[in-house]
């Protein structure tokens, strides 16, 4: 039997939002998986057959099916990053993608609520495009360890060590940081966004290893921030070198927030988005996608053909996201994300100035 939207308040009935946020969220009471959900949810359980074992899709499928009617009640859009997982990625997204691709995606929704499956910058980014929006995240502590390691007094004491000097800010910061800074970028449109600005010297943060990348592509003069992503600096050019000795027809496609030896032994650098079009446009034998693990499962799922190498680095904030929560979170309408106007103004202008650049 389906449950509504109300009956399904009942069944969760628990502390929410701020205080099961204090408490800690309790688990989710298992959903039955009945042979009308098997049956609304076989076409679904298609796409990921190859990498979803039968014997855990009763533990997704509730969920799936539930959210997904959940979802077109509260006229909801569910916004995921390609790090979801791939019951997440391909059974209840609407729109997956890269950090800029969910942004631009952001302005064009018609819906009233947007969930943002994926770390809280993403969310906030999400609501600065849409103020009169409900946005909400599944789990508020989804965090980043980019956007943590700068705040907005950072900001302006960097500008007054250089005055004048323009400052591009990578979406992984808070809205905070966003609104003391000129211009946003993401890993795809880093160096455009840099030369955009027709300056000698760019201030880029908070990412290290991202302008260092970028300094590699262009003549402006990068001061970094010295922040870095968890995932993506425990990598080492020594274990990709093994795995290229171990098979010299391996490809290696990397995330720009490696470290710089790590990207020396890349064939490709770009965006997860750009990396997923190479995979599909190139259709390697072997590949090491050089990345958050989930990344290769989702593209997997869709190109059979290709054998993934998977030093498997999870990213924690992103896999707080789980069916269970999104579930929750469209059931109680929280958690919903604030931004204090004062700062949404300011921040919008940087985020809105980076989508506006003609690529
Ligand atoms: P992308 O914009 O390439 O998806 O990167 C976001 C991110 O957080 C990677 O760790
Ligand atoms: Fe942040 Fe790294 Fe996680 Fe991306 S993978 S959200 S940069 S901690």
Not at 77 to 87: F, G, R, S
């Amino acid at each position: 039997m389906t449950r509504t939207a109300a009956e399904l308040r009942g069944t969760l009935a628990r502390p929410r939002g701020e205080a099961a946020r204090r408490h800690g969220r309790l688990p989710m009471p298992p959903l039955a998986y009945t042979d009308e959900i098997a049956r609304a949810t076989a076409p679904l359980y298609a796409r990921v057959a190859t990498i979803i074992p039968p014997v855990e899709w009763p533990f997704h499928a509730p969920y799936v099916h539930a959210i997904n009617q959940l979802k077109a009640e509260r006229n909801a859009v569910i916004l995921a990053h390609n790090y979801m997982t791939p019951e997440i990625f391909h059974c209840v997204a609407d729109v997956v993608g890269d950090s800029l691709q969910l942004a631009i995606e952001a302005t064009k929704t018609d819906a009233e609520v947007i969930v943002q499956c994926g770390v809280h910058f993403m969310a906030e980014t999400s609501k600065l495009l849409n103020p009169d929006k409900t946005v909400l995240i599944p789990d508020m502590d989804a965090g980043c360890s980019l956007a943590a390691s700068i705040t907005g007094a950072d900001v302006r004491a960097l500008r007054e060590a250089y005055p004048g000097v323009p400052v591009v800010a990578y979406v992984n910061t808070s809205a905070d940081v966003k609104a003391e800074v000129d211009i946003c970028c993401t890993s795809s449109n880093a160096v455009q966004v840099v030369e955009s600005l027709g300056a000698p010297r760019v201030i880029f943060l908070p990412d290290e290893y991202l302008a260092k990348y970028v300094q590699t592509q262009t003549d402006v003069e990068i001061i970094a921030w010295k922040g870095h992503c968890e995932v993506h600096e425990r990598f080492t050019g020594a274990e990709l070198r093994a795995y290229r000795e171990a098979d010299p027809s391996i490809r290696i496609i990397a995330h720009p927030e490696c470290p710089p030896d790590v990207l020396a032994e890349a064939d490709f650098t770009g965006s997860t988005a750009r990396m997923i079009d190479w995979v599909k446009r190139e259709h390697p034998a072997r590949v090491v996608m050089v990345t958050e693990c989930s990344m290769a499962d989702n593209v997997a799922a869709e190109t059979p053909d290709v054998k993934f190498v998977r030093p498997c680095n999870l990213c924690p904030h992103m896999k707080r996201i789980t069916l269970p929560k999104i579930l929750d979170s469209l059931v109680s309408m929280t958690e919903e994300v604030v931004i204090d106007p004062a700062i949404a103004a300011r921040a919008r202008r940087s985020v809105e100035r980076m989508i506006n650049l003609k690529s």
